[in-house]
């Protein structure tokens, strides 16, 4: 975490911990290593299975703690889709439920000691927001067809300013997928960076104290993040989502 350096000081690097490793000797990454990255990616898709498989298998009447936990999961998700989207929009929950709980796993499995953050990787978070932005550019052509075009053509406003108003409308709709993957993986990446910092400082007797008390302050900070991210990248999927589906201003 914090080593003696040559001068006598200490030396951080904070940044070491999203460094991708292979598991399996070697140092070369190929497309079908198996690294880090995809340990926890396979960690947080078992965690979510047995969440939202095994743990509502039973279906009881009266749920017991884990079939509860899943059903808040569900209930919050749907409600969300259907108060953005409207009843359009709930055909496509499962997607976004899936979105959803798979960013909230993997930020939360990051919080545990040692582990891998695969949502502070632009790499992981770019797929995801990528994906989005081509799902609901295909579905507005599909269900709109060349109609998903008025989504930029503010007839609101002036007709003199119409066409800078479109102009602006393009640009932001492509700086979306940019936009969403690195809201994601910058906030997890920064959180995590800082916490390692100040976890370095401990070494430092006459600090050490407040130290820990700052580590104990940002990890409950990065709690609170890991969720308002989950929802944040969730909520804008169905902002754009509700722009598919009702491209006129």
Not at 76 to 99: A, Q, R, S
Not at 149 to 166: C, K, Q, T
Not at 168 to 173: A, G, R
Request: charged share 10%.
């Amino acid at each position: 975490m914090a080593e003696e350096a040559k001068g006598g000081g200490l030396e951080f690097h904070p940044m070491d911990q999203f460094l991708v490793k292979p598991l399996f000797g070697g140092d070369a990454v190929h497309w079908y290593t198996v690294t880090n990255v995809t340990l926890w990616m396979a960690i947080a898709v078992l965690a979510i299975a047995a969440l939202m498989v095994l743990g509502t298998s039973g279906r009881a009447i009266v749920p017991n703690r884990v079939q509860s936990i899943a059903e808040l999961f569900y209930g919050f998700v749907y409600k969300m889709v259907e108060d953005v989207t409207g009843k359009d929009g709930v055909k496509y929950f499962p997607y976004i439920m899936t979105l959803f709980v798979f960013i909230f796993f993997s930020n939360f499995l990051g919080l545990i000691p040692m582990s891998f953050t695969t949502t502070s990787h632009i790499a992981v978070t770019a797929v995801l927001a990528i994906a989005v932005f081509l799902t609901v550019t295909i579905l507005g052509f599909v269900k709109n067809g060349a109609g998903f075009l008025s989504l930029f053509w503010v007839s609101a406003a002036p007709l003199a300013l119409r066409p800078i108003l479109a102009v602006i409308e393009i640009i932001s709709y492509f700086v979306r997928p940019v936009s969403h993957s690195i809201r994601l993986a910058g906030n997890m990446m920064a959180g995590h960076a800082v916490l390692k910092v100040f976890a370095g400082f401990a070494a430092i007797a006459a600090i050490s104290p407040v130290s820990v008390l700052a580590v104990v302050a940002i990890y409950g900070l990065e709690v609170l993040v890991s969720a308002i991210q989950a929802y944040v990248f969730t909520i804008l999927t169905c902002v754009y989502l509700k722009d598919a589906l009702h491209p006129h201003h």
